[in-house]
């Protein structure tokens, strides 16, 4: 969708695409070797290299159909706020981090936590046949909006795996938050995960639960007044003004895959505990998460 068929040719650059999201919030020590920011800016400076190449390969083949040609035929019919050539690159590098990484991530804690959980993933599955698709069908919206209990394990998946644990704020002016002064111009981080895990909005923070979000918009005042609770501490995109773009294009992709892993497999983990790997985005150590689009991405599950 961004890159088209040629994304395979950037998958040798997959460790760089991870080194830019660990410098991101690293100490910006440039001038020190060795250092995961400079590493990180090693790793952005090859990043657009490839991505250069791939323009300057396409200004020849005009036969691809995706962001970087609609954005590339907009500057070549000279439209008049086409974005320039470094702008194409700087947008291709934010969505393959931002949408990418994230969704990837998320697609396999998604699928680790249904590992952990038969009998969601039999619920889960019971749902999915219940649409009756049968032979080559392509789903609609229509199929989505009926996949309910599927799209609470989407949202408990990602409460759960809370993929951007903080984000950032600057003070616009000088305020006070739950008695705490804050000053103007100062940065504050937003602990998204502290508020996904707070047992005093999700009952069992801890268990992956996704009738946890039965109650939204049913029930007695005392129900609805949690699911609204509920509602307002989960921040998995974000909040205001900067909610994530991506937001609806990533749950209906975690929803369509969801529904063909459903439909097609039963699967288990190959290790029952995989490790965590520090780092801003949290990924089992064997790397899974930055493989999804590869089919190998399923060694570590064993598919029956
Ligand atoms: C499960 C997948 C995803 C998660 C968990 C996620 C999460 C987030 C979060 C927490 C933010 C910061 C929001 C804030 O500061 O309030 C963000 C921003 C953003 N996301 Fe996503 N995202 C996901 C998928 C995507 C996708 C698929 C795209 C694009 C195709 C995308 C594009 C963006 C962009 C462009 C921003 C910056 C928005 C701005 O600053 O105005 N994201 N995302």
Redesign the pocket.
Known sequence: M?LGAVGGKLRPLQSDVFAVTQAMLALPLRCLPGTRFRRGLHARKRIMAALREEMAARNHHHHHHDLLSVLMQRRQLGHPDALTEDQILDNML??II???V??A??ITWMVKYLSDNRLIQDKLRAEAFRLELKGDYSLTMQHLNAMDYAYKAVKES?RMAT??SW???VALKDCQVAGFHIKKDWILNID?RSLHYDPDVFDNPTVFDPSRFDEEGEGDDAKLGRAQQQKRRL?????????????N???I??LIFLHRLLTNFRWEMADDDPPLRNGNVPRLKNDAPSAHTHPQFLIMFQIN
């Open positions: 961004l934010t969505l931002a949408g990418q994230t969704t991530t998320a990602l993929i951007v984000f950032p704020r998204a921040l998995v995109f974000g909040a205001g003004g900067r909610t994530c773009l991506g937001m294009h990533a749950k992709m975690m």
